[in-house]
């Protein structure tokens, strides 16, 4: 059973992935290499390390190179924020 804690915490981590990916996006720091509706897509985005992660979908999974990658991190979200039809 979740308490409002839990909740609280989970949508404030919500919002920092978004707001994160939507900085990303903001700075230039995205660049979509290939988007294919058969191959995927596969896109840089530059984190705030400077590092460049590489974030894939293929066969209706996301995925990203950085360790903080669990389901969708900040990369992920922000290349789905340019990709998907409907953000989820
Ligand atoms: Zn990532």
């Known amino acids: 059973?979740?308490?409002m804690v839990?909740?609280?915490t989970r949508s404030r981590r919500a919002?920092?992935?978004q707001g994160k990916a939507v900085r990303l996006i903001a700075s230039g720091c995205l660049w979509i290499e290939r988007i294919d509706p058969d191959?995927?897509?596969t896109a840089l985005v530059r984190g705030d390390s400077g590092v460049?992660?590489?974030v894939t979908y293929e066969a209706g999974a996301w995925s990203c190179?950085?360790?903080a990658f669990?389901?969708?991190c900040s990369h992920v979200r922000a290349v789905a924020l340019v990709t998907e039809r409907t953000p989820s």
Do not use: H, Q
Request: glycine letters at 4%; aromatic letters at 4%.
């Open 39 to 41: 191959l995927g897509i």
């Open 65 to 67: 190179t950085c360790p």
């Open 70 to 72: 669990v389901r969708r």
């Open 15 to 17: 919002e920092t992935i």
């Open 6 to 8: 839990d909740i609280a």
């Open 1 to 3: 059973m979740s308490t």
């Open 52 to 54: 460049r992660w590489v």
